[in-house]
């Protein structure tokens, strides 16, 4: 009963302040993964990679991912109320309160300060990401400098990124399944 409750909590705290969608969820799980030890931050790019390739919201994926992973079904379903509670508050709130205060300066003002702030934790994000998946930091201590950067992850990388410019026309689904595809291989190939 108490990893259901501190599933709850950590969920519902993940979801009150991530302001500006999925990715900026990713600094509070690598901050849960410290504390809890229910996973680690390469299950962190794991879940990222599962949560952009399946429907629905990131953050929601990764919360039911992880609350799964923990505690199974009812874990992932505690996980995922957890996470979505704010907002459902947070909007019938706004919903009741907005039409009083559609037009003050210091609502107005209080959204354009929201925005950087968002931009930040999606910047913070998205550098996180790339840390993860295309520099290999362990390497940084450790001196061996040639292995710093994944040749693999660069090569995909930079192959998605001409695909993606040279083909705008196809879905991005089918960049998603080329990359699981070729995940799948170099997983194999190791």
Known sequence: MIIYLRLFANFFTTGLFSIGGGLATLPFLYDMADRTGWFTAGDVANMLAVSESTPGAIGVNMATYVGYKVAGIPGGVIATIGIITPSVIIILIIARILKMFAESVYVKYTFH???????????????????????????????VFSQIFDLKSWILAIALFIGMHKFKRLHPVVFIGISALVGIVFSFAK
């Open 113 to 143: 300060g929201i925005k950087p702030a968002s931009l930040a934790l999606i910047s913070a994000a998205g550098i996180s990401v790339v840390e993860i998946t295309l520099i290999n930091t362990k390497m940084l201590s450790s001196g």
